[in-house]
Each structure stands twice: as structure tokens, then as C-alpha cells.
């Protein structure tokens, strides 16, 4: 019932429950508050960013790129989740935080899409790299312009995928 609750299974009459497929406006538009609600957070992070919060987001990078390297799937999402979560803790707004990662939730599924190609695995390495830089740089702007070019390859790879099979939609 929890996962229902969330969005991410639908039960069907006499058939049991199945992951719930989005449609590409459904992923447009949480995709778009996503990016609202990420840009909040890393505009309000206090700054400078204490060093054993820098440590930590650079552990989590090795670990996502070991993973990636590695062809790790399950580690390189879980690495990759801890990364954002501990990203976006860096804000202070609980309530942030938790709308952020309820609307990530939804759309888990949606990431194996960009994941499936090396060159987007690649760019979320690099920007994970280039946000650890601006943050201990206390570069705002530049935060806020990484954090919206990393949320693009996933929606846009899933898009692609659901309109090759099922057709333009939207």
C-alpha cells in the first residue's frame, strides 16, 4: 500500500499490482517542479560548505564512479541517491528536503533510461564533480546551472523510449 500511496504502483481488478508507467506530461511536469524545488535548495545552502561535508559528497562521488566504472548498476543508483540527499541536506529545510526526495521517488524507474547510455553516466559523473567544485568555491550561480543541466538527460532519454513504442504523445 505504501508504494500505491506514493504513486508508483497501480493495483489492477483481478491482475494484481504493477509498476505504474508515467506518461511524458507527467514527467515534464514533475520534472519541472523537481528543478524548482532542487534550485531552491542549493540556493539556500549556507555558505562556505563546512569540509567534512565536502569530504563526504567527494566519498560518495568515488563511489558513484567506481560503480559506473564497474558497471555497478544497484551502487551507482544508491551511491548516486546518497550523493543528492546529502547535496540537498546541505539546505536545512526538512520540508525542502523531503518534497525533493518524495518527488525523486516517483521517478526512480525513469533514470535506468539515461543510465542505459554511457555518455549520460559519464556527464552525471562530471557534474557531480563540477558541483563539488562550486560548492567549495561558494559558486551560487554555477550550482544552480549544474543542478539543472543534471536533471535534464533522464527525462529526455525516457521520453524518447516511450515515443519510439508507444507514439508522440502530449
Not at 569530504?55 to 543528492?84: K, V
Not at 559558486?139 to 546551472?145: C, D, K, N, S
Not at 529526455?156 to 516511450?162: D, G, T, V
Amino acid at each position: 500500500f505504501e508504494l500505491e500511496k506514493k504513486g508508483l504502483v497501480e493495483r489492477v481488478p483481478n491482475r494484481g499490482a504493477t509498476v505504474r508507467g508515467l506518461t511524458p506530461r507527467e514527467v515534464r511536469e514533475i520534472y519541472a517542479v523537481r528543478e524548482e524545488l532542487e534550485v531552491m535548495a542549493v540556493g539556500i545552502i549556507p555558505f562556505p560548505i563546512a569540509s567534512h561535508d565536502i569530504d563526504r559528497l567527494e566519498e560518495l562521488q568515488r563511489e558513484h564512479a567506481a560503480a559506473i566504472g564497474g558497471g555497478d548498476l544497484l551502487t551507482m543508483f544508491y551511491s548516486n541517491l546518497r550523493f543528492h540527499q546529502v547535496l540537498f541536506g546541505l539546505c536545512g529545510n526538512a520540508c525542502l528536503i523531503e518534497t525533493i526526495d518524495l518527488l525523486a521517488q516517483k521517478v526512480h524507474g525513469i533514470r535506468s533510461y539515461a543510465n542505459a547510455f554511457p555518455e549520460s553516466l559519464d556527464g552525471a559523473r562530471r557534474d557531480h564533480v563540477e558541483m563539488i567544485r562550486a560548492l567549495r568555491s561558494s559558486r551560487r550561480e554555477e550550482l544552480i546551472a549544474l543542478t539543472r543541466r543534471h536533471l535534464r538527460p533522464s527525462p529526455e532519454a525516457y521520453i524518447k523510449a516511450y515515443e519510439r513504442r508507444f507514439g508522440k504523445a502530449d
